[in-house]
């Protein structure tokens, strides 16, 4: 846990008070895609695990059924955050390494923004 802590804060992510980590990931071309992580404690620390986020629609802007739609053939999951459509990822933190939270990282934020852009948007 402390070793996701520490890679998080050494990245510029900022913890809120409601649990949750904010940062950005910033592409060549100038975009960015923010990306909300949040670490999940269970009863055992077998199944604790890092919740990997990044918006890339409003329910303003699409269905239920337009998100499924737009995230199919990709690897990641999609679920609601508040009013919001979101790519998400879970990784096992038990003997995570660096590696595979900063993948996770970025894996999310690509997908989101490639779908944030297929809907003509860079808003989140």
Do not use: C
């Given at each position: 846990?402390e ?11 900022e913890h ?16 960015d ?30 269905t239920p ?47 989101a ?12």
């Amino acid at each position: 846990f402390e070793q996701v802590v520490t890679h998080l804060e050494g990245m510029g992510f900022e913890h809120d008070e409601r649990g949750w980590w904010y940062g950005e990931v910033e592409w060549e071309d100038g975009r960015d895609q923010g990306v909300f992580i949040r670490i999940w404690n269970s009863d055992n620390d077998l199944y604790d695990a890092m919740i990997v986020d990044s918006i890339f629609a409003s329910q303003e802007d699409i269905t239920p059924k337009k998100a499924l739609e737009l995230a199919e053939g990709y690897q990641h999951g999609i679920a609601m955050r508040g009013e919001a459509f979101v790519v998400r990822d879970s990784v096992p933190i038990a003997d995570v390494d660096e590696s595979e939270v900063m993948s996770a990282i970025q894996s999310v934020a690509l997908i989101a923004d490639i779908l944030e852009s297929e809907l003509g948007g860079d808003d989140f």
